[in-house]
């Protein structure tokens, strides 16, 4: 049924930038929060970022607020999280997530790691 897909996690250097992209299949998202959530080893899961498919209403959370925007191109049926300014600390596995706002479904994707390098 859903599937979301997410790609371009990989290695950057501290202060670079990466674009990852989350492709979403199986139905409308319209009535859908689509988020972005990080762990790294050790730590609990955390919010990153959030959007409603309609509307375009977004959050994020204080540790990437101004480094990191997230969007969506409904042509495409696709979240992006730009990141920016990269840090050691953002190292992890980003996962995509759709949210169901009437019922409270969560639906994931299976991950992209994103290693930052000094």
């Known amino acids: 049924q859903v599937q979301l897909v997410e790609s371009g996690g990989g290695l950057v250097e501290a202060g670079g930038s990466l674009r990852l992209s989350c492709t979403a299949s199986g139905r409308s998202f319209s009535a859908y929060a689509m988020g972005w959530f990080r762990q790294a080893p050790g730590k609990e899961r955390e919010f990153v970022a959030r959007?409603?498919?309609?509307?375009?209403?977004?959050e994020y959370s204080d540790s990437v607020k101004g480094r990191f925007t997230i969007s969506r191109e409904n042509v495409k049926n696709t979240v992006y999280l730009q990141m920016n300014s990269l840090k050691h600390e953002d190292t992890a596995l980003y996962y995509c997530s759709a949210h169901a706002l009437a019922y409270g479904t969560h639906y994931w994707g299976q991950g992209t790691q994103v290693t930052v390098s000094s």
């Open positions: 959007i409603r498919w309609s509307g375009g209403n977004v």
